[in-house]
T-cell receptor, first 113, second 115 residues
Framework: SQTIHQWPATLVQPVGSPLSLECTVE??????LYWYRQAAGRGLQLLFY??????ISSEVPQNLSASRPQDRQFILSSKKLLLSDSGFYLC????????????FGAGTRLSVL | DQQVKQNSPSLSVQEGRISILNCDYT??????FLWYKKYPAEGPTFLIS?????DKNEDGRFTVFLNKSAKHLSLHIVPSQPGDSAVYFC??????????????FGKGTHLIIQP
């Protein structure tokens, strides 16, 4: 069966520090991968998606970037965090057949202080 | 511009009764709709979906209804159980044929099941 892992679960970082969140999927190959953010009191906002290694599409201009160095690995990064980067970050993937049903990881709670 | 709207931030329902969660959308290109359930500090869990070629899809206690002319969908939970207490997100996508695009989510409705 397929599983998705995200870490860390919780992260507290000072303003101006770098960020690296990692997401990996097991049990499937060539998944579509997604990063979402849920800010306080808001819905889930799509940040990036990737259809293959090295292929990244950005949905919202921001202080963040994404990379896909391996087929089942998706990384969210920032060189310098802002206060507004605080939120709940979620990684998701889709199956090959029913591409529109996205399956989510447990999320990372990021607090920038 | 919010393309998927869940106008009720919270809903309280008595255990055993029917819970009805509503969702409206504005983008006519949306052709696939999903409901997710989310507990605090966890990722959303897929519940049920519906394609725009249907007007109803049922899975156990969960039924989703789609009214394309009104651009409205609803999730019915019957009977409601304490474990159903969670935040429910409505989501939509264009190109149900398998595009890579992400989902557009509403802000969620917090469902509280009262004993």
């Amino acid at each position: 069966s397929q599983t998705i892992h995200q870490w860390p679960a919780t992260l507290v970082q000072p303003v101006g520090s770098p960020l690296s969140l990692e997401c990996t999927v097991e049990g499937t190959s060539n998944p579509n991968l997604y990063w979402y953010r849920q800010a306080a009191g808001r819905g889930l906002q799509l940040l990036f998606y990737s259809v293959g290694i090295g292929q990244i599409s950005s949905e919202v201009p921001q202080n963040l970037s994404a990379s896909r160095p391996q087929d089942r690995q998706f990384i969210l990064s920032s060189k310098k965090l802002l206060l507004s980067d605080s939120g709940f970050y979620l990684c998701a993937w889709t199956r090959g057949v029913a591409k529109n049903i996205q399956y989510f990881g447990a999320g990372t709670r990021l607090s920038v202080l | 511009d919010q393309q998927v709207k869940q106008n009720s931030p919270s809903l309280s329902v008595q255990e055993g009764r029917i819970s009805i969660l509503n969702c409206d959308y504005t983008n006519s290109m949306f052709d696939y709709f999903l409901w997710y359930k989310k507990y605090p500090a966890e990722g959303p869990t897929f519940l049920i979906s519906i394609s725009s070629i249907k007007d109803k899809n049922e899975d156990g206690r969960f039924t989703v209804f789609l009214n394309k002319s009104a651009k409205h969908l609803s999730l019915h939970i019957v009977p409601s159980q304490p474990g159903d207490s969670a935040v429910y997100f409505c989501a939509a996508s264009a190109n149900s044929g398998g595009g890579a695009d992400g989902l557009t989510f509403g802000k969620g409705t917090h469902l509280i099941i009262q004993p």
